[in-house]
């Protein structure tokens, strides 16, 4: 029996129990139910996700579906908006996730980092006045730029079996929120 406790006393009791298994979050006890139930799925996706036409086709699919989300701008520049954002470069998948399995098929959750190229426009107040009677600033000037970001974003995906091919792909991140780098001033 399972026991999801962050406690250290409780885990030590659990564990000196010899009958209960101390597990310390309920993420953790999913992902182990999942990897207790489902073994050779597990493996038969890292295979087919490990091939270069698996990551070529999933970029393709990020490259078509990057328009269609949310790009919120939460960096510095003053009154900051995304323009666009392009893919540039491989996804990086971070985690992999069987979430469900069944005879005929198997849905994957895959974290990905993306590497983007970000185009963004802004407010320049380098030579501009602040009326603080109004709270408005006036002669800003609109300036735009670009910077890189690799946020991460969630896909599902449904491999149908026994051939692990790709049934079904959905991007499951609704909003990025995309920044400059941030500058380290040591």
Do not use: C
């Not at 990551?55 to 269609?68: A, D, F, K, P, V």
Request: proline share 6%; aromatic share 8%; charged share 30%.
């Amino acid at each position: 029996m399972y026991v999801v406790t962050a406690d250290a006393a409780m885990q030590r009791a659990t564990t000196e129990s010899q009958v209960l298994i101390p597990v310390p979050s309920l993420p953790a006890l999913l992902e182990l139910a999942a990897e207790a139930e489902t073994p050779e799925p597990i493996e038969s996706v890292e295979k087919v996700v490990d091939t270069d036409q698996f990551l070529e086709n999933l970029r393709e699919y990020i490259e078509e579906h990057i328009g269609w989300l949310g790009l919120v701008y939460s960096g510095d520049l003053a009154e900051g908006e995304i323009l666009e954002a392009v893919v540039r470069g491989e996804p990086e998948i971070q985690k992999i996730s069987v979430i469900s399995a069944s005879p005929d098929a198997v849905g994957v959750l895959l974290s990905l980092q993306v590497p983007l190229e970000v185009t963004a426009e802004y407010e320049d107040r380098s030579l501009a006045m602040y009326d603080k009677e109004d709270d408005q600033w006036h002669f800003t000037e609109k300036e735009v730029t670009e910077f890189e970001d690799q946020p991460l974003v969630r896909i599902y995906i449904e491999f149908e079996l026994p051939a692990m091919t790709v049934g079904e792909m959905e991007i499951l991140t609704t909003d990025l929120r995309l920044s400059e780098p941030y500058e380290n001033y040591k």
